[in-house]
């Protein structure tokens, strides 16, 4: 079984800098070769260490995934991932004064980027092997800093599955669908054509209709809404959730999530992918409605995407599913959150007793 892990690093920002500033940037050169790891600190699981980027080595000012100068100093982390279990590992850094970033490194090497973040970064699918966790400062930034490394071992995807149980497929209507409002902004959610997006979902399925936010081009800053469909019945033959969906949104500062509710829609839980989210939004400075300072999809995903999420927690309950987005304060050209389906399935087909089919000819 191939070996996934998951490196989460989160960067609690307090002060005055950063945000504004780092968003319109031309890029630089890089500096490949010239990260030095002869000091860098080993970190296991579950560490909290102190550190600080106050008088370290000034010799990377340039990483290959960034469009932005670190000319600040750099203290440099490894964590050997030895496997072969499947993890989520998570690193945070917090109690900061000042402007620093992380960076997450497939070697030693500047040019060897694998994930950023200005709050957070998230590497996936990571084989065994040794990683390295970069600490730098934006502008000339140096300052103290707490790290906290926590590892999780990895539940498996519970989707594609070969039975499907509900589907909420937006090509063909809106699926019942209800918008709710949940910030102090407009709900951006809409229903209908967008052809600003990709045109093939997943499973090579075109798109016609749509379940996303601001049809036809960009989201406005400040806006935050819930989609909400449902209810389903959630039994141990249907206890799995599929999204396909594709995104494009300002990283660590806009996005969205998945919940469920088990009221009605009074109070929401929230649920996480398989992989994990893309990110924790950054609200120090902009708040993004209904989704601040939350774990989110967030920045590009390139194209439709399949995401899998366990509800086993809800066997035996009536849920609704509530898509939670929100933009902060800073307009950009991002086209937002789209949603091709929502499938809920399992692994055997369900048994059909009078309950399942008085539920499900409801959705026929």
């Not at 590992?89 to 900061?96: E, K, V």
């Not at 930034?141 to 590892?151: K, P, V």
């Not at 209908?192 to 016609?208: F, K, S, Y």
Request: with cysteine.
């Amino acid at each position: 079984m191939r070996t996934v892990v998951i490196l989460t690093i989160a960067l609690v920002v307090l002060g005055a800098f950063g945000a504004t500033a780092k968003k319109p940037v031309d890029p630089v050169s890089g500096s490949k070769g010239l990260l030095d790891c002869t000091n860098a600190v080993e970190v296991f699981c579950d560490d909290v260490v102190s550190g600080t980027t106050i008088g370290g080595a000034l010799n990377v000012s340039a990483y290959s995934c960034v469009g932005w100068t670190e000319s600040g100093p750099e203290v440099v982390y490894f964590i050997d991932l030895a496997g072969p279990a499947n993890y989520n590992l998570t690193a945070t850094i917090s109690d900061l004064l000042v402007d620093l970033d992380v960076y997450i490194l497939g070697s030693c090497d500047e040019d060897d980027c694998l994930a950023y973040g200005d709050a957070s970064a998230t590497a996936t699918d990571l084989s065994p092997g040794t990683y390295y966790v970069v600490v730098d400062g934006y502008n000339g930034a140096e300052g103290d800093f707490t790290l906290t490394i926590g590892c999780a071992e990895q539940v498996a995807p519970c989707c594609p599955f070969p039975f499907d149980c509900y589907v909420f497929d937006f090509n063909l209507d809106p699926c019942g669908l209800q918008l709710v409002d949940c910030g102090l902004g407009p709900n951006p959610w809409a229903w209908g054509v967008d052809l600003e997006i990709p045109q093939v979902a997943c499973d090579d399925v075109p798109v016609t209709n749509i379940l996303g936010t601001t049809l036809g081009g960009p989201y406005p800053a400040s806006v935050g809404g819930i989609a909400m469909v449902g209810p389903v019945l959630v039994e141990e033959a249907c206890d799995c959730l599929e999204l396909c969906h594709y995104y494009d949104t300002e990283t660590g500062y806009d996005g969205g999530n998945v919940k469920v509710s088990t009221d009605g829609g009074v109070t929401w839980t929230l649920i996480d992918p398989a992989r994990g989210y893309d990110d924790i939004l950054d609200s120090t400075y902009y708040v993004a409605e209904c989704v601040a300072n939350e774990w989110v999809f967030t920045g590009d995903s390139g194209t439709f995407v399949r995401d899998c999420f366990d509800l086993s927690a809800f066997v035996g309950q009536e849920i609704m599913i509530g898509l939670f987005f929100g933009s902060e304060s800073y307009a950009t050209a991002d086209l937002g959150w789209y949603v091709k389906w929502i499938k809920l399935g399992g692994e055997a087909s369900p048994v059909q007793n009078t309950s399942w089919g008085s539920i499900k000819s409801l959705y026929r």
